[in-house]
Each structure stands twice: as structure tokens, then as C-alpha cells.
């Protein structure tokens, strides 16, 4: 999916995106993205980013312009109520209150004002249905881009002209990289294992 926490610079920041539905390993068929997070110093405003965020289109951001927000790739799960955000992001973010795991903090997850919990060391991010709810998000897997597609369930149609958080790799089938290489390069970048470890 790729490296994180990084700085953003082209990243897709607008709902609605297509992700990614991870092919193989014990993550296998699970859905992915990758989002700009920032910390929210004022989720009393939940209600007007959100609308503002709606009102977006396919905005991106303007390549070496610094902004306070990191990118970072989460799974979606909606079997669980809430979000766990990695303690990797908070650093980079220079969340500056306690690191204990199941601590409550606010973030912008893509726009969206959303409560997360602090996920244990090493743990991926993971978000959940506070953050559908919150966001009024929905979404549904795309057979044309072949991946899963969240936008704001609360319009009459579904979107079109979807831009990806996850950028295909053109030379990916010319490299043919080994059923091992691959599922070792999604448990890295989603910190299951860490850099230098086994897969097996």
C-alpha cells in the first residue's frame, strides 16, 4: 500500500476514494486505504468539516506544500464500533498526550471529525463503525477499478470518477513479485511485522 506515517504531498484528501481489498495473507479480502490524518483541536466543529468535506471533489494536495497531517494507511472494519489509530501516526503527528493503549483521541481521518481509540504498539489502524457513522459514509466494491469505495452514503447516487488513496503500480506485473514478497510488503506497511522480520 506504501510507507507510513509520511508527510502528504499528492495525496488524495476527498471522499469519495477507492482503497484497496488486500489479496492475500490472514488479511486476506479485507478492505484498505490510505487517509490523511490530522489531530482535531476542535471536534465541536465536526458538523461544518463535514459538509465542507461533502462538498469537496477530487481535491489533492499541492506537491512540497506543508500541511499538519501525516498519511496513513487503515483497514476497514466494520465489525467493530470503534477506530484504533496506530501510536506510530500519533507520534508523527506530535500527539503530545498519554500513549496508552485504548486511550481516547480526536482526529481527522480524510476530512472526517472522528473519535479514535490508541491502538497497542505495533498494531495496524483500523477504522470502524464510529468512523461510518460520523462521516455518514458508506461504501461498495467497484468491479470496474476492482476495488472498494467509500463516499457519503447520505447522496442518491453513487459517485463516479473515483480517485484512488492507493496508486497502482504500472511495472507491478513486469516485476512478478513472489506470493511471499508481496504478503511480506502488506504486513510491513500495515506494522504486523516489522522491517527485517520473517513473514513466514
Not at 4 to 18: G, K, V
Not at 31 to 50: I, Y
Not at 71 to 95: C, M, P, R, W
Request: net charge positive; charged share 20%; aromatic share 6%.
Amino acid at each position: 500500500m506504501g510507507s507510513d506515517p509520511i508527510l502528504p504531498t499528492t495525496e488524495i484528501i476527498s471522499i469519495p476514494c477507492a482503497g484497496v481489498r488486500i489479496p492475500y495473507g490472514k488479511l486476506s479480502g479485507l478492505m484498505a486505504w490510505r487517509f490523511v490524518v490530522e489531530l482535531d483541536t476542535d471536534p465541536s466543529n465536526s458538523k461544518q468539516k463535514r459538509s465542507s468535506r461533502q462538498s469537496q471533489s477530487q481535491s489533492q494536495l499541492p506537491k512540497g506544500l506543508p500541511r499538519p497531517g501525516v498519511v496513513s494507511n487503515f483497514i476497514l472494519d466494520t465489525g467493530s464500533s470503534s477506530s484504533h489509530v496506530s501510536q506510530e501516526t500519533l507520534k508523527a503527528l506530535g500527539y503530545k498526550g498519554i500513549y496508552k493503549a485504548g486511550t481516547e483521541v480526536h482526529l481527522r481521518i480524510q476530512g472526517v471529525s472522528t473519535k479514535c481509540l490508541i491502538a497497542r504498539y505495533g498494531e495496524a489502524g483500523r477504522l470502524g463503525g464510529q468512523f461510518m457513522t460520523a462521516g455518514s459514509l458508506t461504501f461498495y466494491f467497484d468491479t470496474k477499478l476492482n476495488a472498494p469505495v467509500l463516499y457519503a452514503g447520505d447522496t442518491n447516487e453513487r459517485p463516479t470518477d473515483i480517485p484512488r488513496t492507493v496508486t497502482l503500480d504500472p511495472n507491478r506485473k513486469a516485476r512478478r513479485n513472489s506470493l511471499r514478497d508481496s504478503v511480506y510488503a502488506i504486513m510491513t506497511s500495515l506494522h504486523l511485522i516489522r522491517a527485517g522480520e520473517s513473514s513466514a
